[in-house]
C-alpha cells in the first residue's frame, strides 16, 4: 500500500510538485467548473479554452517559453472573447452561446492563422498539451495564486453569483450587481483555463473543470456540500492520474482526467442522482 | 525624335543583359533539386556546388516531426528536377507529396546502402514486451561515415539527371568525401579522450543512436523517438532513477523539446544540463551549425564541454 500510494511521491519532487499543482487547480478550477455547470455553461467552458489558445499562442510565438508573455497572451484573448460575447449577449437579440460561438471561432482562427505564418516550429503543440510532470517554481507559483485569488473572488462573489445561477432575473431586478458578478465570473473561468492550460494544457483543462462537478451535482443537493465534495473528487482524480501514469507507464494529463470521467461514470450508476441510485437511496418516508 | 536614342538605349541594355545571360544559358540552368530537410540540402549544395539550385522543404531550425506540407511545397516538388528524401520512414510524405503534385521522376533515398539501426526510442524492454525488429532509427546522418554514402547517392543522382555535369560533381564529391572522413576521424580522436565511465550521452529526444554507436557513447532517453507520445511519470522516474545509478554529469537539451522538463530531470537526477544539441535540423546561417559539418563539430563540442571537463561535480560526490 504505501509503496504503492506514497513512495513515487516521497521519492520524485516532479511527482510531489505535480500532486500541488492538481491540489490547486482541484481548489480553484473545480468550483468555478461547478458554477459552469449550475449556470448550464458547461459547453462554454470548452469554447473558452479554444479561445485561450491563439493569445497563449501569440505570446509564445513573440517571447518564446515565457510563462509570463504566454499567460497574458492567453488571459488577454479569453478576456476580449468572453466580454464581446457577453456584451453581444445583453444588448442584442444573439444569445449568449451564439455570439460566443462567434467570437471564439473567430478568435481560434485568427491564432491558427498567425502561428501558420510564423513558420513550423510545432514545440508550441507540445508545449499547449500541458506539463504536469514539468511544473517549475514560475508555474507553480502562477497556478497558486490564480487559486487563490479565485477562492478570494468566490468568496465575495458568493451570492450575487448563486443567485444569478438560479434566478438571474430576481438578481437583475433587485441589485445592480447582476454584471458584476457575470463578469466577474468570466474573468475567473479565464483564469482558471489559464492554470488549467499550464498543466493539463488548453484541450484538458475544461475536463477538470467539469467532470467533478458533474459527478458532484448528482451525489449533492446543497451547494456547500457540492463544492467540497467536488473539489474532493477533482484532488482524489488528481492523484488517481498521476499515480496510474506513474505505475501503468501513461501520459499523466489524459490519466488525470480519464480518472476525473471514471469518478463520474460511477456516480451517475450509484449516486442519488444517477441512474439507478435513486432506487438505492430510497427512504421508507419517501415510499407511495 | 528625342524617342529614338532613348530606345536605342535600352535596346543596347537588353541586349548587353542577354549577352550576359548568354553563356549560363547555354551552359543549361541550374537543377532544380528538392530536398526534405536541412541536413540534406547542404549535402546536395556540397556536392552539386554551382549546377544545382537546392531547396529544403523543412527549413533550418523546423522540426521535422510535426511537419504539414503548405502548397507552395507541392509548387515547389513539381518544379523539381530530382528530389531527395533521407529514407527510413523519417520522410515517408515526401512521396506522396511528390506524386500528387505531379513529379514523375525517382526520388533519391539518400540512406540507401547504410546499415540501419533500429529504433531504441521505446521504453518497452522494461516491463517485457519487447519487440524483435521495431520501426528503424532515421536519423542516420549522426554518423559521418553514413553522411560518406549519402553524399555519394546523392551525387549518383544529380549525374543521371545532368550527365554534362559528372566530372564536375565526382571532383566535388571526392572533395567533400576527404573533409567528412578527417571530420570523422576528428570526432574519434576527441571523443577517445574521454574516460570510459563518461561516454554517457542523455538527451531529451534519442536522435542520437547512430552517433552512440559509431563514437562509443552510451544514449539515454528521455522520451520517445518522434514525439508519438508524452512522456509518462513512469518515464520521467525510470530516467531520472537511471541518472542518479549511472552517476552522469551532463544531460543535453535539444533544440526542440520542453526545457522544463528536461530542467526538471537534471535537477532530480543530480546532473548539470549542456549546451544545445543539433538533431535533425541545422540552425540558420547566424547559428552555430550552418552546415551539417559545423553542425557535428558544434555538437562535438558541446559534448566535450559537459563531459570532458567535469571534476567538480565528480569530486563534490
Same mark, same amino acid.
Request: aromatic share 6%.
Given at each position: 500500500?504505501?509503496?504503492?500510494?506514497?513512495?513515487?511521491?516521497?521519492?520524485?519532487?516532479?511527482?510531489?510538485?505535480?500532486?500541488?499543482?492538481?491540489?490547486?487547480?482541484?481548489?480553484?478550477?473545480?468550483?468555478?467548473?461547478?458554477?459552469?455547470?449550475?449556470?448550464?455553461?458547461?459547453?462554454?467552458? $470548452?469554447?473558452?479554452?479554444?479561445?485561450?489558445?491563439?493569445?497563449?499562442?501569440?505570446?509564445?510565438?513573440?517571447?518564446?517559453?515565457?510563462?509570463?508573455?504566454?499567460?497574458?497572451?492567453?488571459? @488577454?484573448?479569453?478576456?476580449?472573447? *468572453?466580454?464581446?460575447?457577453?456584451?453581444? *449577449?445583453?444588448?442584442?437579440?444573439?444569445?449568449? $452561446?451564439?455570439?460566443?460561438?462567434?467570437?471564439?471561432?473567430?478568435?481560434?482562427? *485568427?491564432?491558427?492563422?498567425?502561428?501558420?505564418?510564423?513558420?513550423?516550429?510545432?514545440?508550441?503543440?507540445?508545449?499547449?498539451?500541458?506539463?504536469?510532470?514539468?511544473?517549475? $517554481?514560475?508555474?507553480?507559483?502562477?497556478?497558486?495564486?490564480?487559486?487563490?485569488?479565485?477562492?478570494?473572488?468566490?468568496?465575495?462573489?458568493?451570492?450575487?453569483?448563486?443567485?444569478?445561477?438560479? $434566478?438571474?432575473?430576481?438578481?437583475?431586478?433587485?441589485?445592480?450587481?447582476?454584471?458584476?458578478?457575470?463578469?466577474?465570473?468570466?474573468?475567473?473561468? @479565464?483564469?482558471?483555463?489559464?492554470?488549467?492550460?499550464?498543466?493539463?494544457?488548453?484541450?484538458?483543462?475544461?475536463?477538470?473543470?467539469?467532470?467533478?462537478?458533474?459527478?458532484?451535482?448528482?451525489? *449533492?443537493?446543497?451547494?456547500?456540500?457540492?463544492?467540497?465534495?467536488?473539489?474532493?473528487?477533482?484532488?482524489?482524480?488528481?492523484?488517481?492520474?498521476?499515480?496510474?501514469?506513474?505505475?501503468?507507464?501513461?501520459?499523466?494529463?489524459?490519466?488525470?482526467?480519464?480518472?476525473?470521467?471514471?469518478?463520474?461514470?460511477?456516480?451517475?450508476?450509484?449516486?442519488?442522482?444517477?441512474?439507478?441510485?435513486?432506487?438505492?437511496?430510497?427512504?421508507?418516508?419517501?415510499?407511495? | 525624335?528625342?524617342?529614338?536614342?532613348?530606345?536605342?538605349?535600352?535596346?543596347?541594355?537588353?541586349? +548587353?543583359?542577354?549577352?550576359?545571360?548568354?553563356?549560363?544559358?547555354?551552359?543549361?540552368?541550374?537543377?532544380?533539386?528538392?530536398?526534405?530537410?536541412?541536413?540534406?540540402?547542404?549535402?546536395?549544395?556540397?556536392?552539386?556546388?554551382?549546377?544545382?539550385?537546392?531547396?529544403?522543404?523543412?527549413?533550418?531550425?523546423? #522540426?521535422?516531426?510535426?511537419?504539414?506540407?503548405?502548397?507552395?511545397?507541392?509548387?515547389?516538388?513539381?518544379?523539381?528536377?530530382?528530389?531527395?528524401?533521407?529514407?527510413?520512414?523519417?520522410?515517408?510524405?515526401?512521396?506522396?507529396?511528390?506524386?500528387?503534385?505531379?513529379?514523375?521522376? /525517382?526520388?533519391?533515398?539518400?540512406?540507401?546502402?547504410?546499415?540501419?539501426?533500429?529504433?531504441?526510442?521505446?521504453?518497452?524492454?522494461?516491463?517485457?514486451?519487447?519487440?524483435?525488429?521495431?520501426?528503424?532509427?532515421?536519423? +542516420?546522418?549522426?554518423?559521418?561515415?553514413?553522411?560518406?554514402?549519402?553524399?555519394?547517392?546523392?551525387?549518383?543522382?544529380?549525374?543521371?539527371? #545532368?550527365?554534362?555535369?559528372?566530372?564536375?560533381?565526382?571532383?566535388?564529391?571526392?572533395?567533400?568525401?576527404?573533409?567528412?572522413?578527417?571530420?570523422?576521424?576528428?570526432?574519434?580522436?576527441?571523443?577517445?579522450?574521454?574516460?570510459?565511465?563518461?561516454?554517457?550521452?542523455?538527451?531529451?529526444?534519442?536522435?542520437?543512436?547512430?552517433?552512440?554507436?559509431?563514437?562509443?557513447?552510451?544514449?539515454?532517453?528521455?522520451?520517445?523517438?518522434?514525439?508519438?507520445? /508524452?512522456?509518462?511519470?513512469?518515464?520521467?522516474?525510470?530516467?531520472?532513477?537511471?541518472?542518479?545509478?549511472?552517476?552522469?554529469?551532463?544531460?543535453?537539451?535539444?533544440?526542440?523539446?520542453?526545457?522544463?522538463?528536461?530542467?526538471?530531470?537534471?535537477?532530480?537526477?543530480?546532473?548539470?544540463?549542456?549546451?544545445?544539441?543539433?538533431?535533425?535540423?541545422?540552425?540558420?546561417?547566424?547559428?552555430?551549425?550552418?552546415?551539417?559539418?559545423?553542425?557535428?563539430? +558544434?555538437?562535438?563540442?558541446?559534448?566535450?564541454?559537459?563531459?570532458?571537463?567535469?571534476? +567538480?561535480?565528480?569530486?563534490?560526490?
Amino acid at each position: 500500500m504505501f509503496e504503492f500510494f506514497v513512495a513515487p511521491f516521497l521519492e520524485f519532487e516532479f511527482m510531489r510538485r505535480a500532486l500541488a499543482g492538481s491540489l490547486a487547480l482541484a481548489l480553484g478550477a473545480t468550483p468555478i467548473g461547478l458554477f459552469l455547470l449550475l449556470r448550464r455553461m458547461s459547453l462554454m467552458g $470548452d469554447a473558452m479554452s479554444h479561445a485561450i489558445l491563439p493569445g497563449a499562442a501569440l505570446g509564445y510565438l513573440a517571447f518564446g517559453l515565457s510563462l509570463g508573455a504566454m499567460t497574458i497572451g492567453g488571459i @488577454v484573448a479569453g478576456i476580449i472573447v *468572453a466580454m464581446a460575447a457577453g456584451l453581444v *449577449a445583453r444588448a442584442s437579440i444573439l444569445k449568449e $452561446d451564439a455570439s460566443l460561438a462567434a467570437f471564439y471561432l473567430m478568435s481560434l482562427a *485568427a491564432g491558427v492563422l498567425i502561428v501558420s505564418l510564423r513558420g513550423r516550429n510545432l514545440d508550441l503543440l507540445h508545449v499547449l498539451f500541458g506539463s504536469v510532470l514539468a511544473l517549475d $517554481d514560475a508555474s507553480l507559483l502562477l497556478i497558486a495564486s490564480i487559486t487563490t485569488l479565485t477562492l478570494f473572488a468566490l468568496a465575495l462573489l458568493y451570492r450575487p453569483l448563486v443567485l444569478e445561477c438560479f $434566478d438571474p432575473g430576481f438578481l437583475r431586478g433587485v441589485s445592480r450587481l447582476s454584471p458584476v458578478a457575470h463578469y466577474g465570473f468570466l474573468i475567473l473561468v @479565464v483564469l482558471n483555463l489559464v492554470s488549467g492550460f499550464h498543466t493539463l494544457g488548453t484541450l484538458m483543462a475544461v475536463g477538470i473543470m467539469i467532470l467533478p462537478a458533474a459527478a458532484a451535482r448528482l451525489w *449533492a443537493t446543497r451547494l456547500p456540500t457540492m463544492i467540497a465534495s467536488s473539489v474532493i473528487i477533482a484532488l482524489a482524480s488528481g492523484a488517481a492520474g498521476l499515480l496510474t501514469s506513474f505505475h501503468a507507464d501513461v501520459p499523466a494529463g489524459p490519466a488525470i482526467v480519464l480518472a476525473a470521467g471514471i469518478a463520474y461514470v460511477l456516480s451517475l450508476i450509484l449516486a442519488p442522482g444517477g441512474l439507478i441510485g435513486p432506487r438505492l437511496y430510497r427512504r421508507p418516508h419517501l415510499e407511495y | 525624335m528625342n524617342m529614338t536614342p532613348h530606345l536605342t538605349r535600352i535596346r543596347r541594355a537588353l541586349l +548587353a543583359l542577354l549577352t550576359a545571360l548568354l553563356p549560363i544559358s547555354a551552359h543549361a540552368a541550374p537543377l532544380q533539386v528538392v530536398a526534405s530537410f536541412s541536413i540534406l540540402a547542404d549535402i546536395v549544395r556540397e556536392v552539386g556546388g554551382e549546377r544545382v539550385e537546392v531547396t529544403s522543404i523543412i527549413g533550418a531550425d523546423e #522540426d521535422a516531426h510535426g511537419f504539414q506540407p503548405r502548397p507552395s511545397d507541392a509548387r515547389v516538388l513539381q518544379r523539381a528536377d530530382v528530389v531527395v528524401a533521407n529514407g527510413l520512414g523519417f520522410d515517408a510524405w515526401i512521396e506522396r507529396l511528390a506524386r500528387s503534385a505531379g513529379h514523375a521522376g /525517382e526520388i533519391v533515398i539518400a540512406s540507401d546502402g547504410i546499415e540501419a539501426l533500429e529504433d531504441s526510442g521505446h521504453h518497452g524492454h522494461h516491463h517485457g514486451h519487447e519487440h524483435d525488429h521495431g520501426p528503424l532509427d532515421p536519423h +542516420a546522418w549522426q554518423n559521418v561515415s553514413n553522411v560518406r554514402i549519402y553524399a555519394r547517392n546523392i551525387a549518383e543522382a544529380l549525374q543521371t539527371a #545532368d550527365p554534362d555535369g559528372a566530372p564536375d560533381y565526382q571532383a566535388r564529391l571526392a572533395r567533400y568525401d576527404v573533409a567528412l572522413a578527417a571530420l570523422d576521424a576528428e570526432i574519434r580522436s576527441t571523443l577517445s579522450t574521454l574516460p570510459a565511465n563518461r561516454r554517457k550521452l542523455v538527451t531529451s529526444h534519442d536522435a542520437f543512436g547512430y552517433f552512440g554507436q559509431a563514437y562509443g557513447l552510451k544514449v539515454i532517453a528521455a522520451a520517445g523517438i518522434s514525439y508519438e507520445s /508524452e512522456p509518462s511519470a513512469a518515464g520521467i522516474a525510470r530516467l531520472i532513477r537511471q541518472l542518479r545509478r549511472e552517476n552522469v554529469p551532463v544531460v543535453f537539451v535539444e533544440n526542440i523539446a520542453d526545457p522544463r522538463l528536461i530542467d526538471r530531470i537534471a535537477r532530480e537526477g543530480g546532473a548539470r544540463v549542456g549546451a544545445t544539441l543539433h538533431s535533425d535540423a541545422l540552425s540558420g546561417p547566424d547559428g552555430d551549425a550552418p552546415t551539417y559539418i559545423e553542425m557535428m563539430r +558544434a555538437n562535438l563540442a558541446a559534448i566535450m564541454d559537459g563531459l570532458g571537463s567535469m571534476p +567538480a561535480a565528480e569530486s563534490a560526490r
